[in-house]
């Protein structure tokens, strides 16, 4: 029955993207729009640069404006009705087809959003799969600790510090990270992907890219495994006061056995969950965090496109991390309805 | 819901709430930012920080990019402060048509290092002819400015030996130092103070050592017409050292930044906190209430607004409409309701079954007074406590938005601060007294918040307290 749940949550989904879609198109119609005229504009700007060679009266001009302006205004749509626009936008960009950027390019040179979002969504994925995985054992690992010992030493200690770190910005303090260990103890670099010149390709490219990938990777984990230690904690010590693990105990299995035997398998489903939805929080939370590295993924794509004013490329960088944030729950679903049976038959919980 | 009942109830909660030591801690921090807060006024030490941040002329007097005053007691190189002298030592002289009015400043200087201008402020009007020189302890009179003014009526005016004598003051040191590295010093780059301060001899625009001693600095106005006046002079030296927290590169006093960033950062997350959790009890609880049709309606718009991808979305939406304070708490609030929801209709689900819920509707109570008399109610100690959770969030949210620059020009936050920090190149130039401040405050902010939220927390599930 698993695969009738999956479809059922992977339908709804899509759903949920194609009403947000619309939504965003409704919602920033107007800016699109002028942005749309000004591409028109500069357009034909271009075809008059291109016939400068032939001699033209200034009435053949005018009339030469006019008609561009005309066909390039139907060729958009500009010229259909508000809610027609606002559904063809959304089909386009549905259809991954995002438009021209204004200024921005991508490392080919090209000025097609698409490509330009594409370009960031791999390096996103590796800086913050990188820290998730971090992020996550060693939450895990000190949860437990956490829950095997509540109230002791290091319980009380490491909850006082997820309180402290609660409200830190991630950029904040990787603000501070670059100061301190990119200009004061030069032992790491201050950001971007790759050294320049990049070094030749195989272990040495690999190696840099590493170098570069850790301060960023540091930073995020120094704030994120707390939340996740303290989570597994709860989780687990509410599990470790069920009647059956008493019972367990009582049976005089041995503590290990009843921690990781009984007890994490009930606890695994909450876990995965939280933890995941933790982290998909902290990836849309934290993605301004990529500017401060100079870090090429789709939060330093953000800062560029405001800086360059630059819409086109910030709608579909946005589209693309609503889908992304999309997928993201609907896998998360996928893997709590696996890992917990009860889910998939489709009762309330 | 009656008064004593809810004194009771409240003083029920404090006898818990009491007992725990860390929100305790949070409640003393949440106290001292409330104190920070209403004692602005008397502590701001530049009153218009709060109207005036972003304008240059108000700051100009600072000194620029300084480290805070007690920077000083880790370096052993003494750097000086800044200083105000108003106390001028004044003569006049009357040769007819002619006055000659003389102001003699004194100014100690004890510091290892230069102040970073010697600016003369005032008013003034008419056209007189102004000198403004400075007697140095070893005697040398150094001729800064000599210029005939025209002041118009009753004008301010200002004369900076950074601005106005770095010629000037490089022909008077030509004379001590190796012509041939005079030859290679561009005026324009020098900073006047650094050799007006300095011993004359060789290595003096190389590496200048302090002349420490008494200074004068001397206005002499020549007069000739009959309107022609100055008042109000006053000498500022702007220091290398100043402030609580130091200057940044706009010459702002952070410290100042700082303090007025505190009611803004309670006025987000509070504002936004309370409106989010109050929208999200009341829509939990009516989804739960009602069931059936309107409950999987509810569930489907919510479930759209949990799929989307906050500060993205906020970013934006900054982006494209540049929002107002009052806006942007709006745009999160409308975002942050969500939050509580799942939680609350789960339990709002238990309530409805309960046996008084029955009665009072078997007794002809309406759907509005079941759900804010009898079920809301209820849910209140859980609103605080997410309430509590959710100030921090908001208030990283807001700092998130300026910083990318599209926070609201009118007002001063932590986070605007720190945005003018990143794009001025502070993190580069390690200039920290600019850096850590705001964001430390966030953190602060942030940790008051989460300290009372976790703290009710714990009263509300005891279970996770221990086994």
Redesign the interface.
Known sequence: MFWKYALKRIL??IF??I??IFIFSA??NV?MERTARALVEEQIQSDLMALRGSQMTPEQTRRFIEERRERYIQRYHLDKPVAERVLRRAWDTLSFDYGKSTFIKNSAGERDVTKIVFDAVPKTLLLFGTAIIIDILLGLVLGIKKAQR??KMLDKST??T????????S???G??M??FFA??VKIFP?GGLISTPPPEAGFAAFWDKLYHLLLPVITLVVLGFWGRAFLTR?IV??I??EDYVMSARARGIPERKVLYGHAMRTAAPPIVTMALLALL?SV??N??FE??FSWPGMGNL??T???QND?PV??G??SM??GL??SG?VILDLIYGFLDPRIKVGGKG | MKFSDLKSSFQEFWSEFKRVR?GIFGLVLFGFFIFLMLFEPLLLPFEQANDRWRDITYWEDSPKGVPPVWANWFSSSKKPTSSIIADAQFSEQDLGSVKIKEWLFEYDFQADESPQDVILKGQGSGTPMIVYSLIRPDGQEVTMVQQAFSLGSKNAFRLSADKDAKKTVLDFVSGFEDPQVVRRTDAGRTLPTRFLFAQAKPGIIRSPEALKGLYTIKVTAIMQGANDSLSNLAIVLPGKVSGLLGTDSYKRDVWSGVLSGIKWALLIGILTAVVSVSVGVVYGVVSAYFGGLVDSVMNRIF??F????????L???S??FKPSIWTLIIMMAAFFWVGPVKTVRSMAMQIREETYIEASRALGAKNSRLIFKHMVPLLVPYSFASMA?Y???A???E??VS????GDATIVTWGQI?SD??SSGA??N?L?WW??PP?LA??F???T???IG?AMDKILHP?????
């Open positions: 709804n989904g949920i993207y009403i947000l919602l920033f800016t509540p109230g909850s006082v997820t309180m402290v770190v609660f409200g830190l910005p950029w904040w303090l603000m501070l670059i100061m200009y004061t201050s709860n010590l509410g470790l006061q929080a849309s939370g993605i301004v500017g401060i953000y800062w496109a405001i800086q819409v910030l709608m960088n946005l991390t609503t944030y999309i729950l | 860390s479930e759209i949990v799929s989307v991808p906050l500060l993205p979305v970013i934006v939406m982006a494209v959770l100030i921090p969030g208030i990283v949210y700092a998130t910083l990318l620059g599209l720190l920090a990143l993190v580069m390690g920290w850096v850590v964001g966030i953190a902010m942030g940790m918040f989460a300290f976790f279970k996770l307290r221990t086994r």
